[in-house]
């Protein structure tokens, strides 16, 4: 566990602040711009991927594993998001054969 932490402290905070930020707008960008739901599912992924980078990174350079701990629970409920959206994504294409989100405003009662 030791090696880990100094080669992540070897490489600079500020690079793993950079690559999380471009992740975490690329993942907006997804998210606002695309249309098939698979997509925006895995664009809100790689969103929580890129927090859970910046945590371990600043977990990793306090020396602390509070950050480490908190990773392990977002990537538990990033699990139950997938297997719930994926659930539902399912569903709406049985019921309209697309996952162009565009169409589910159809789906109101």
């Excluded at 500020?14 to 998210?31: H, K, P």
């Excluded at 249309?35 to 664009?43: E, F, H, S, T, Y």
């Excluded at 306090?62 to 538990?76: E, P």
């Amino acid at each position: 566990m030791g090696e880990v932490n100094t080669f992540m402290q070897s490489i600079p905070l500020e690079y793993f602040i950079t690559l999380s930020s471009v992740l975490f707008s690329l993942g907006v960008l997804g998210v606002l711009l695309r249309k098939n739901a698979i997509v925006m599912l895995g664009c809100v992924e790689l969103m929580l991927n890129s927090v859970n980078l910046l945590l371990a990174a600043f977990s990793a350079y306090n020396g602390n594993g509070d950050g480490q701990l908190l990773v392990f629970f977002i990537m538990v409920v990033a699990a139950a998001e997938v297997a719930v959206g994926l659930a539902i994504i399912a569903m709406l294409y049985r019921n309209t054969r697309s996952v162009d989100v565009s169409i589910f405003n159809k789906l109101r009662g």
